[in-house]
C-alpha cells in the first residue's frame, strides 16, 4: 500500500484519517466480531479506539514518505482532539469518547511511540526490550478498553497488560516472516 505524503506539513494525509478506508485495510482481523458482543454504543466507541489504533500502525508500517513526521502529525491531531477540535474523521469520532469516558491521552500517545520506536530501531535485543515495546504497541488497547467499560482500575490495567502482552508475543510469533519482510524482528 503507498500512502502519499502529507499536503500541509504536520497533517495527515486524507487516504489514512477516513475509517472506512483504515477499516478497509484492516478487514482480515476479528474486531467486527468480537463487536458484535459489546452492544451498540460500546461496539462504537471501542470502533472508535480501534480506528485510531489502525491508523497510527498504518502511518508507522506502510505510509509513504517521512513517517516521523506523519507520527507527529498524528500526536499534533490527537493534542487536538483532546482540546475537542480535531480536524481528521477518526479523531473527531474520539472527542465525544475522550470527554464521556473520561480517557487519559497517555495510552493514546504510547500508541504512537510504539511505531516511532518501529521507525527507529526495527526490531529488539532483549526480552525486557520485547516487554518495552509490548507496553507500547499492544498494552495501551485493553487500558483504553477498560476505560470505554469504567472499569479501569490499577488492579484491572496491570492485568489488561499481562493478557494484552501476551496476544501481542503470540502474534509477534505468528508474523515472523511477515515483519522479517518489513525489516523488523520481534525476537529477542
Do not use: K
Not at 479523531?91 to 521507525?119: G, M, T, Y
Not at 482500575?153 to 516472516?177: F, K, M, N, Y
Request: glycine share 6%; proline share 6%; charged share 25%.
Amino acid at each position: 500500500m503507498t500512502v502519499t505524503a502529507p499536503h500541509e506539513a504536520g497533517m495527515l494525509p486524507a487516504a489514512l484519517t477516513a475509517s472506512g478506508e483504515v477499516r478497509a485495510r484492516a478487514a482480515g482481523e476479528n474486531f467486527s466480531v468480537a463487536s458484535l458482543l459489546v452492544g451498540r454504543r460500546a461496539a462504537a466507541d471501542l470502533l472508535a479506539v480501534y480506528d485510531y489504533a489502525r491508523l497510527v500502525d498504518e502511518v508507522g508500517d506502510a505510509a509513504a514518505g517521512d513517517r516521523l513526521a506523519l507520527l507527529d502529525g498524528a500526536e499534533a491531531e490527537l493534542d487536538r482532539a483532546f482540546a475537542g477540535n480535531a480536524t481528521a474523521p477518526i479523531f473527531r469520532a474520539l472527542e465525544p469518547l475522550i470527554r464521556r469516558c473520561s480517557l487519559p491521552r497517555d495510552p493514546f500517545v504510547r500508541l504512537i511511540d510504539a511505531n516511532r520506536r518501529d521507525q527507529a530501531s526495527p526490531g529488539v535485543q532483549t526480552y525486557p526490550e520485547l516487554l518495552d515495546y509490548c507496553r507500547l504497541s499492544a498494552n495501551p488497547v485493553g487500558e483504553l478498553v477498560l476505560h470505554v467499560f469504567g472499569a479501569a482500575t490499577p488492579e484491572r490495567i496491570a492485568l489488561s497488560d499481562s493478557v494484552c502482552t501476551g496476544l501481542q508475543l503470540v502474534e509477534h510469533w505468528q508474523d515472523v516472516a511477515e515483519d522479517a519482510r518489513n525489516g523488523r524482528i520481534y525476537l529477542p
